[in-house]
């Protein structure tokens, strides 16, 4: 059954536009999905099976292909040690859950921004 997090995130999303969107499931999901193409932008909780976020997020930046691949990160661990971690092992971004619409949105859009991606007329 699909979550309510995933589903709130992809419909913010939409919001700003005709992007695709590929959903993992899982961890292993995931780095199962990374290899099938160029991504934008990377969205992970943390907390996810089989392989957690920061896993992840280690695996993307030591990719060749993905290295440079923005990675957002959410969570419920709100701590400053928490966004540290995240941040020092190459997250772009860390949201605290919970976090609204807008603030996923602006994240998103600085990202994309940064990385010369998105959206465009």
Do not use: C
Not at 79 to 88: A, E, P, V, W
Not at 107 to 114: D, F, G, P, Y
Request: proline share 4%; hydrophobic share 40%.
């Amino acid at each position: 059954m699909r979550s309510f997090v995933r589903t709130a995130l992809e419909s913010a999303l939409h919001r700003l536009g005709p992007f695709e969107i590929l959903e993992a499931t899982s961890g292993f999901d995931a780095l199962r999905l990374l290899p099938r193409g160029h991504w934008d932008l990377v969205i992970s909780d943390i907390n996810m099976p089989d392989i957690n976020g920061l896993e992840l997020l280690s695996f993307v930046r030591r990719s060749d292909v993905h290295r440079a691949t923005p990675v957002v990160l959410i969570s419920t661990q709100s701590s400053d040690k928490d966004r540290q971690r995240g941040l020092t092992l190459g997250a772009n971004a860390y949201l605290v859950k919970p976090f609204t619409s807008q603030q996923l949105l602006d994240e998103v859009l600085n990202m994309l921004e940064k990385a010369g991606a998105g959206h465009h007329d």
